[in-house]
């Protein structure tokens, strides 16, 4: 079964600063891959999503990932952090009809 | 008005009772998903639903049952509520007919509370 790991549940930088959160995932084969945004008291909404065609995958908002296979990552990434991105962000992997969210990381933006 | 709407938002509730939580959406799409969201867990499934004459079990589905009562709504029942089905509760929708596309449309979420 395929998984995915976010690592650090909170991550915590400064208004201008990059903004990196890592995940990583277990698939045997090489999987669809999202990542997802959640606003305080709001749904999830699609960020981005890789689909094995580039493997450097824009979003919205400024927001960026890149496929890794061979260290099995897909980590998101934004230059300059506004302090609207304060959010929590959920990696997520699917493959068939299988879909598996991480644990999610919390961002904060301190001005 | 949302794409995809859950009712209620909020539920406080007494181990036991039975509580629905209903979810209607305008988006036209075939496959709908109930997910519960814990601190620290991410988002687990539910049940899901290919199309109004499909319901399937996810990952979590001992103690819920659903109901596709038409290709907008789907319903999702706790027969008898217990504490540690508190959680935030989301529909979701997705489009496509083949091969899952992955991209999921979220209702608001349902808070509910057992006491």
């Known amino acids: 079964a395929q998984s995915v790991t976010q690592l650090g549940s909170h991550v915590s930088v400064s208004e201008g600063a990059l903004v990196l959160l890592r995940c990583n995932y277990s698939?045997?084969?090489?999987?669809?891959l999202f990542w997802y945004v959640q606003y305080p008291n709001q749904g999830l909404q699609l960020l981005l999503k890789?689909?094995?065609?580039?493997?450097l995958v824009k979003g919205i908002n400024g927001f960026e990932a890149e496929f890794k296979k061979s260290e099995t990552s897909f980590h998101l990434t934004k230059p300059s952090a506004h302090m609207s991105d304060a959010a929590e962000y959920f990696c997520?992997?699917?493959?068939?009809?299988?879909?598996?969210f991480g644990a999610g990381t919390r961002l904060t933006v301190k001005p | 008005d949302a794409d995809v709407t859950q009712t209620p938002r909020n539920r406080i509730t007494k181990t036991g009772k039975r509580i629905m939580l209903e979810c209607s959406q305008t988006?036209?799409?075939?496959?709908m998903y109930w997910y519960r969201q814990d601190p620290g867990l991410g988002l687990r499934l539910i049940y899901y639903?290919?199309?109004?004459?499909?319901?399937n079990k996810g990952e979590i589905s001992d103690g819920y049952s659903v109901s596709r009562q038409a290709q907008a709504k789907f319903s999702l029942s706790l027969e008898s509520a217990i504490p540690n089905q508190t959680a935030l509760y989301f529909c979701?929708?997705?489009?496509?007919?083949?091969?899952?596309?992955?991209?999921?449309?979220f209702g608001e979420g349902s808070r509910l509370t057992v006491l």
């Open positions: 997520a992997v699917s493959k068939g009809n299988d879909m598996r």
């Open positions: 698939s045997s084969v090489p999987p669809y």
């Open positions: 890789y689909t094995s065609a580039a493997t």
């Open positions: 988006k036209g799409h075939d496959r």
């Open positions: 639903s290919f199309d109004v004459k499909d319901i």
């Open positions: 979701a929708t997705e489009g496509g007919s083949g091969s899952r596309t992955g991209e999921l449309f």
